[in-house]
């Protein structure tokens, strides 16, 4: 069985501990590989390496970082059917979707930091004629970047590439869940001819090896994305330790579907923003919100087209959804269902397990699911699920519907359906998330700033405020 391995200053080598944890596959629910059962001692070497490898990258050039980073974007595209092979396999989500959306988007993330670098500038704040003040940006030293299941090259490496443009050395740990990209990126990594050091891929669980890069003296700053209770450990942490910290967390993201609304795009899009990745990403729309006007007609179309949606294992090419992630996700998932039925819920489609045939029949499927009749306040409406399972709702007017939208803890994404643009721009300013999409769904510049507010983060990610996060900023003040 293969055994992934962790790697540390170049090297692929085995956890200190010489013990490993298996690793399953979603689509059969089999162990299919092994992953190193690491711990403080692995990430004490990976960060030993990482301060001596700061030593040479962060005075080699821009331009030179620069291409030794693009060239391991081109060896992403270049391994593009293996990549998206491996990571359908570790992850459960269809093979096409990994294949148009997860490597390419992680080829991307290294190009975009690759050349933003390029063009990274800083501020001059000249005192008429009695000083000038600029700002000097330097890496920070060895950072830690620490990443979830659900997208996982495509977060992993939205996290890295910033960091290493902007000359830090990495020590990173993938999900435990879904270890196999990030093993394979490390071997690209060499043939990229990053230096050894420069990046540390650590494997392992969330509470040894996690904690222990949050706990390192030596890593000045942490960039996370998972659930908000890790990134609330994380913090307790990191916090007295004056590390700087970027935390991407989890939401619970509101749907506004307006009378006004372009119907057929509004609910094709709606499909998508409910069910892609088996509606585990976190800016999937979990509560789907419909004026009173359009409701009854949203709903059955809503539920139509939803019930159409081909439950599959990965490899199936006309597969909409593919497995969950995990047994206990899975367990996890459904007993929202039965919660929501407890709280008197209607489910209007889905709601079972699919059992699929032969090798596949002991894999983790769940059919998309829509719930109506429940009170926003509720827990199905409050808690985040995801998963394939969204609730349904009407409401009165503008006032009604963001009532009910910022009723939660969270605050990620948003999606709001209108005609009117007056009203776009009303809801828009007064929604609390970190992104709103009016008329579309998923729709990323690269260039903009990207996370929560409310329990679902601090700080953004994305163009120049990751090159932001990930340098110190320095004033220099020349009395004329
Ligand atoms: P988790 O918070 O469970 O895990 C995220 C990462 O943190 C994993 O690598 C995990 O390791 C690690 N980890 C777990 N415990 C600790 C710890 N005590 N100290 C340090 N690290 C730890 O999230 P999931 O992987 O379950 O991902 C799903 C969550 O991520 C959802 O809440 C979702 O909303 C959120 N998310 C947010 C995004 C955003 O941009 N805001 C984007 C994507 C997802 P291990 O896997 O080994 O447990």
Sequence with gaps: MEKILNFINGELLPPSSKQFIDNFEPATGRVYSQIPDSDSADIESAVTAAKKAFESWSITPAKKRSDI?????????????????????????????????????????????????????????????????????????????????????????????????????????????????????????????????????????????????????????????????TGAAIAKIAAPMFKKLSLELGGKNPVLVFDDCDFEKAIATTVNSSFRNQGQICLCGSRIFVQEGVYEKFKSRFVEEVSKLKVSHPYDAEAKLGALVSQPHFEKVKSYIELAKDEGGTVLTGGKEVKLEGDYKNG?????????????????????????????????????????????????????????????????????????????????????????VKNSGVGREGGFEALKFFTEPKNVCIKL
């Excluded at 330097?138 to 090259?153: A, F």
């Excluded at 990126?185 to 050894?196: D, I, R, Y």
């Excluded at 709702?393 to 963001?402: I, M, N, Q, V």
Aim: charged share 20%; proline share 7%; glycine share 8%.
């Design 69 to 229: 980073i693009l060239k391991l974007s081109n060896l992403i595209l270049e391994n593009l059917e293996t990549l998206a092979e491996a990571e359908a396999r570790d992850n459960g989500k269809p093979v096409w979707l990994a294949k148009e959306v997860d490597i390419p988007r992680a080829a991307a993330n290294f190009h975009f930091f690759a050349t933003g670098i390029l063009h990274f500038a800083s501020e001059a704040h000249p005192m008429e004629d009695t000083a000038i003040n600029y700002t000097l940006r330097s890496p920070i030293g060895v950072v830690g970047c620490i990443s979830p299941w659900n997208l996982p090259l495509y977060l992993f490496t939205w996290k890295i590439a910033p960091a290493l443009a902007a000359g830090n050395c990495v020590v990173a740990k993938p999900s435990e869940v879904t270890p196999m990209t990030a093993f394979l990126l490390s071997k690209l990594c060499n043939e990229a001819g990053l230096p050894p050091g420069v990046l540390n891929i650590v494997h392992g669980l969330g509470p040894k090896v996690g904690d222990a890069i949050s706990r390192h003296p030596s890593i000045k700053a942490i960039s996370f994305t998972g659930g908000t209770a």
């Design 364 to 452: 983790w499927y769940l059919e998309p699911t829509v719930i109506e009749g429940l009170a926003f306040d509720c827990r199905t409406n409050q808690e985040e699920i995801f998963g394939p399972v969204v609730t349904i709702t009407p409401f009165k007017d503008e006032e009604h519907a963001l009532k009910m939208a910022n009723s939660t803890e969270y605050g990620l994404a948003s999606v709001i359906w209108t005609s009117d643009l007056k009203r776009a721009h009303r809801v828009g300013q007064n929604i609390e998330a970190g992104i709103v999409w009016v008329n579309c769904w998923m729709l990323r510049d690269l260039r903009t700033p990207f996370g929560g």
